[in-house]
């Protein structure tokens, strides 16, 4: 008996709409062919998938795996090059034979020309002769943007159960063997989904806490209690993505009728509308968390920004931090900013030389804008990290190794300031250390994130202080000029 063969490809973005930056083609990692299957150990979904494939013997064909880190709105030619890439391996797979599709997806991608490519992917990928009644099933992140299309065209999605997303890798194993089970059982479960009337940012999604805890647990009451349920999918959404489905939903993989599985979506979102006041952060001003920690002893504590939350698609350069901290007179502090000029600036610089620099405040017109210092070059590096935690939210799509492209450590006053030419979720505690920077030892650090950055700096963090400060990943969700948003959704209207 030939072994059974599944087409592998993924597409990963996370589109913020309000954001001034175009995503374009340099900025995806594209793998085609046998450099997908390389990503074999590297950590990320397409390594769940793998693991999956080579204990089920099957024979994987490699397409197309294109991947970003969050940012603007996605140039469409990147859609339609993936979807060349995709076509081709899945035309002349099927002229071989396939008998299923396993993709990686993330679920909140926007194009100049789509607002739902993965919903178009799927769409596409049934108008191709032959591939009408495969069996399609994927993995998801649980910030993406359930749409109809997806519902439609797709038989398996899986989200992440987690956030921070530390489980991705495990879903993806979750979501290849649910394909397993289809062509073991030859037969093929179908989606349904609900869309609660609820928006919450990031912030508001972490699954400690509720109300994700709390619908979480419900999901897998769900799933125990009914056998024909393969999946409840808990769906935070992504609050920063102008389209019509943007926000909470709940989707399920089942072969049981559909009154069964209406009836499961109204527990679910009940419990959302019952618990949506949880989901809205409550957020500490800046100055006041500053001296509430000045007079304290030890560390770190961190000072969490998710206004410039780089895993949300902001630019990761504002300096609203990097002001406290000096206007305050911290020292031993840290933080990390995005500025490939300043680095750029610093090339004839030794170590020890002072240079006069504008960092930062270039990314977004919503922030605080550049900060002009004298900084002392303390070191420079190539930038690349190999991350120290295999499973963080960042190898779930990067894998274990990244670039934060050449970098340069800088000391103004008393705070120690990381620059880097790429932007990078603060996500891994190695990115910090390899660049001489000891987290442990420092009071307190400047972090550009909402809930992600918790796996790593929670665990060696005296105390924490979540801030509103100005920027594009703002919590306040009103402050948005949304266009496409369905409405009436909380806490935009009265629900």
């Known amino acids: 008996m030939r072994k059974r063969r599944i087409l592998l490809a993924g597409l990963f973005h996370e589109t913020h709409s309000f954001t001034e930056d175009v995503t374009s083609m340099a900025d995806f990692a594209v793998r085609t062919g046998d450099d997908v299957l390389a990503r074999r150990g590297d950590g990320s979904t397409v390594d769940g998938f793998l693991d ?119 879903a993806a194993v979750r979501s ?81 009728p559909a009154a069964k599985a209406e009836a499961a979506l109204d527990r679910l979102e009940q419990l959302a509308i019952e618990l949506r006041h949880f989901g809205q952060p409550q957020e500490w001003e800046l100055d006041a968390a500053l001296r509430e920690i000045k007079g304290k002893s030890g560390g770190p504590y961190l000072i969490v920004e ?3 939350n780089i895993g949300g698609g902001a630019p990761g350069d504002d300096t609203a931090v990097l002001r406290g901290f000096l206007a305050h007179g911290f020292t031993n502090a840290a933080v990390a900013i995005a500025d490939a000029e300043a680095v750029a600036a610093l090339a004839s610089a030794g170590i020890g030389d002072t240079r006069r620099l504008s960092i930062g405040g270039k990314g977004s017109r919503l922030g605080a804008g550049p900060v002009t210092a004298d900084a002392v070059l303390v070191s420079r590096s190539d930038g690349q990290f190999t991350l120290e935690d295999r499973n963080s939210h960042l190898a779930a799509s ?47 650090i400047g972090v550009k994130a909402a809930v992600a950055h918790r796996r790593a700096y929670d665990p060696i963090a005296q105390g924490s202080y979540t801030v509103a400060t100005p920027g ?18 909380f806490p935009l209207d009265p629900i």
């Open 306 to 308: 998710p206004a410039d």
């Open 176 to 256: 290849a063997e649910l394909l397993a089970r289809s062509l073991a059982e030859k037969r093929q479960p179908q989606m349904r989904a609900r869309h609660a009337p609820i928006l919450w940012a990031p912030t508001g999604t972490g699954t400690a806490d509720r109300p994700m805890r709390d619908l979480e647990a419900l999901a897998r009451r769900i799933e125990a209690e009914d056998p024909d349920i393969w999946v409840a999918n808990v769906i935070g959404g992504y609050s920063f993505s102008d389209v019509p489905e943007a926000g909470v939903a709940f989707s399920l993989v089942t072969t049981g």
């Open 398 to 444: 990067q894998g274990i190794h990244f670039s934060m492209g050449p970098s340069a450590v800088v000391r103004i006053d008393g705070v120690t300031v990381l620059l880097t030419s790429r932007k990078t979720p603060p996500f891994d505690l190695g990115q910090l250390r390899s660049q001489g920077i000891v987290p442990e030892k420092l009071f307190a």
């Open 52 to 170: 999956v494939a080579e204990r089920e013997g099957w024979e994987v064909v490699p397409a197309a795996d294109y991947t970003a880190l969050p940012s603007g709105i996605v140039a469409h030619e990147v859609f339609e090059a993936f979807w060349a890439d995709l076509t081709k391996t899945l035309e002349a797979g099927l002229a071989q034979g396939l008998d299923g599709i396993w993709l990686a997806l993330h679920g909140a991608m926007v194009t100049t020309e789509c607002l739902d490519p993965e919903g178009e992917l799927l769409s596409r990928l049934r108008g191709i002769k032959g591939a009408e009644h495969l069996p399609v099933f994927a993995v998801f992140d649980l910030h993406a943007n359930f749409t109809a299309a997806m519902v439609r065209y797709a038989n398996g999605l899986v989200a992440y159960r987690e956030n921070p997303h530390v489980d991705a890798r495990d």
């Open 472 to 489: 594009p990943c703002s919590s306040v969700l009103g402050t948005f000029p949304y266009r496409r948003l369905r409405r009436p959704v």
